[in-house]
T-cell receptor, first 110, second 114 residues
Framework: QKEVEQNSGPLSVPEGAIASLNCTYSDRGSQSFFWYRQYSGKSPELIMFIYSNGDKEDGRFTAQLNKASQYVSLLIRDSQPSDSATYLCAVTGGSYIPTFGRGTSLIVHP | DAGVTQSPTHLIKTRGQHVTLRCSPISGHKSVSWYQQVLGQGPQFIFQYYEKEERGRGNFPDRFSARQFPNYSSELNVNALLLGDSALYLC?????????????FGPGTRLTVT
C-alpha cells in the first residue's frame, strides 16, 4: 500500500514568517510530486509541482524534493493570513495513479 | 479561458438510488480524472480517461463507472448509493496521457446520501 504522510497540524505561524510543510512517501519509485492548496469548502488548487531532486521556486513558494530520504516539502515565505488553508501533498509512482496525503492545516495569524 | 466545470454543485440522493455527475475539462485538455474526497481526507483516485479510453482505475467497487465523450467531457456514474458514498466528488483536467501530469481541479460536486 503506497502511503503519503503529512502532519495534520494545525501549523500556526505569525504573519510574515516562513511556513514549512512536510510530506513523506513510501514508494521509492515515485516520480512526480505536487502541492495543492485547499480552502475550506473549496476544491484543491495546484500551487507547485516538482519532478527532480533539489529546490524549485515560484514566487513565495519553494518546493524541495529529496528522493533518497523520500520526502518533499513546501516552504511559504512571508506568510499571509490568506495562506491559511489545508495543504495537500500528492505523489505519483510507476502506476501513474496519484496518492494524496490527508493534508496539513496551516493557520497564519496577524 | 474557462477552467474545469462540474455539475451539479450539490446533490441529495437516497440510499439505493443512482447518480450521474458531469465534468468539462479545460479547453485543449484531453484527460479527465475523477476523485472522491471525504471530510478530513485527501482526494482518492477513482478513474482517469484519456482520449475516451480508461487509463487508470482506483480501488473502488464496480458500482462506480465513468465514460468520456468525443468533446472530452466526462460522466461519473454511481449505482446503488450507500451512505458512505457521501463526499465531495472532484474532476481534474490534465493535458497528459497519464494521471502523473499536473492536474487542475474543478469546483466539485457535493453528494449527500440519506
Amino acid at each position: 500500500q503506497k502511503e503519503v504522510e503529512q502532519n495534520s497540524g494545525p501549523l500556526s505561524v505569525p504573519e510574515g514568517a516562513i511556513a514549512s510543510l512536510n510530506c513523506t512517501y513510501s514508494d521509492r519509485g515515485s516520480q512526480s510530486f505536487f502541492w495543492y492548496r485547499q480552502y475550506s469548502g473549496k476544491s484543491p488548487e495546484l500551487i507547485m509541482f516538482i519532478y527532480s531532486n533539489g529546490d524549485k521556486e515560484d514566487g513565495r513558494f519553494t518546493a524541495q524534493l529529496n528522493k533518497a530520504s523520500q520526502y518533499v516539502s513546501l516552504l511559504i515565505r512571508d506568510s499571509q493570513p490568506s495562506d491559511s488553508a489545508t495543504y495537500l501533498c500528492a505523489v505519483t509512482g510507476g502506476s501513474y495513479i496519484p496518492t494524496f496525503g490527508r493534508g496539513t492545516s496551516l493557520i497564519v495569524h496577524p | 479561458d474557462a477552467g474545469v466545470t462540474q455539475s451539479p454543485t450539490h446533490l441529495i440522493k437516497t440510499r439505493g438510488q443512482h447518480v450521474t455527475l458531469r465534468c468539462s475539462p479545460i479547453s485543449g485538455h484531453k484527460s479527465v480524472s475523477w476523485y472522491q474526497q471525504v471530510l478530513g481526507q485527501g482526494p482518492q483516485f477513482i478513474f482517469q480517461y484519456y482520449e475516451k479510453e480508461e487509463r487508470g482505475r482506483g480501488n473502488f467497487p464496480d458500482r462506480f463507472s465513468a465514460r468520456q465523450f468525443p468533446n472530452y467531457s466526462s460522466e461519473l456514474n454511481v449505482n446503488a448509493l450507500l451512505l458512505g458514498d457521501s463526499a465531495l466528488y472532484l474532476c481534474a483536467s490534465s493535458s497528459g496521457r497519464v494521471p502523473s501530469y499536473e492536474q487542475y481541479f474543478g469546483p466539485g460536486t457535493r453528494l449527500t446520501v440519506t
